[in-house]
Structure formats: C-alpha cells, structure tokens
C-alpha cells in the first residue's frame, strides 16, 4: 500500500518561512490531484491549498498570497512553501493526494499522517 511521509515541521517566528514536504513511500505511476489540509486549535480541519492534474491551483482566502502549492513528479514529492507565516497558522498539516500505482491500477486516495507547524509572536 502506498503511504505518503511527510516532513519539513517544526517552530518557526512569526513572519519566516518554511517548506513542508510529503513524499510518496514507493514507486507510484502518477499523482492526478494534491491537496493540504490543517488542523489548527480550537478549529474543525479546514483546505489549506489544491492543485489539479494540470496545474491549476488554488487556496484558501486565510493564505493566498502567502503559501505556495507546487509537485516535484521525479521525486514523487508534493510541497507546502509558507511564507510570511502568523500565529494563526500554527496546526497540524496534512498532504492529501489522488495517486495511481500502476499504468492499469485506478485513481486512490491517500492522506499522510499530519506533520506540527508552530509560530511563535
């Protein structure tokens, strides 16, 4: 079964940057959708950011302008880049992906395990 691992969390301050990264664990054939989602404190998991098989991308009003979604198809690799980050983002992140493992295997659904983002005032 295809896991998807996710890495790149950690404390940051209030302003910086950081890049979230979510590697598939095995050779897969295609990604077709992406997707983040987070759990921040004292809210329901909310979409974060999403991009379509043909690139087309699009994100919630909380982060536009700020975080970046992009796919690295050589590396089997999706990318949260957040930049400019608040308080208000701190939460749990999780990458979201439609992948198909073989040329003959259909379109499934994976989630990562969620990774922590912490900022700091």
């Known amino acids: 079964q295809v896991q998807l691992v996710e890495s790149g969390g950690g404390l940051v301050q209030a302003g910086g940057s950081l890049r979230l990264s979510c590697a598939a664990s095995?050779?897969?054939?295609?990604?077709?959708?992406v997707a983040w989602y987070r759990h921040t404190p004292g809210a329901q998991r909310e979409w974060v950011a999403s991009?379509?098989?043909?690139?087309?991308?699009n994100y919630a009003e909380s982060v536009k302008g700020r975080f970046t979604i992009s796919i690295d198809n050589a590396k089997n690799t999706v990318y949260l880049q957040m930049n400019s980050v608040k308080p208000e983002d701190t939460g749990v992140y999780y990458c979201?992906?439609?992948?198909?493992?073989?040329?003959?295997?259909?379109?499934?659904?994976?989630w990562g395990p969620g990774t922590q983002v912490t900022v700091s005032s």
């Open positions: 991009m379509n098989s043909g690139t087309a991308t």
């Open positions: 095995e050779s897969i054939f295609s990604i077709n959708t």
């Open positions: 979201n992906a439609g992948i198909r493992r073989s040329s003959s295997s259909k379109i499934r659904d994976y």
